[in-house]
């Protein structure tokens, strides 16, 4: 089993910054792929960023390509999404999720992940 839990979500302008965290814990969380992935209002959850159990691997959706960096800390086992330049568009409740995969797989799938934090609100004003 791993636990989740994110924090450092809430209410910025537009053209703002935001930090999101997510601490883990449990069996082998530093194996584990992690992921950001965000659903708003009447919409389908999707896939913001992914990082590999190393951190060398990340993928990113092209919607947030270039202003959203994900990292991960493996000594205080927490990932991070560092969020710039923010858009209304990107208002949405972001959860972190983990899931066992090796290295280079892309596994942007909700579906492909079996630990999910309780999410966290990030609200972009225009």
């Known amino acids: 089993q791993v636990q989740l839990v994110e924090s450092g979500g809430g209410l910025v302008q537009a053209g703002g910054s935001l930090r999101l965290s997510c601490a883990a814990s449990?069996?082998?969380?530093?194996?584990?792929?992690l992921i950001w992935l965000r659903q708003a209002p009447g919409k389908e959850r999707e896939f913001v960023a992914t990082?590999?159990?190393?951190?060398?691997?990340?993928y990113y959706a092209e919607s947030v390509k270039g202003r959203f960096t994900i990292s991960r800390d493996n000594a205080k086992n927490t990932v991070y999404l560092q969020m710039n330049s923010l858009k209304p568009e990107d208002t949405a409740v972001y959860y972190c999720?983990?899931?066992?995969?090796?290295?280079?797989?892309?596994?942007?799938?909700?579906?492909?992940?079996?630990?999910w934090g309780q999410g966290t609100q990030v609200t972009v004003s225009s």
């Open positions: 999720a983990a899931g066992y995969h090796r290295e280079s797989y892309y596994a942007s799938r909700p579906r492909e992940y079996d630990y």
């Open positions: 990082i590999s159990w190393s951190g060398v691997t990340t």
């Open positions: 449990g069996r082998a969380v530093n194996s584990v792929t």
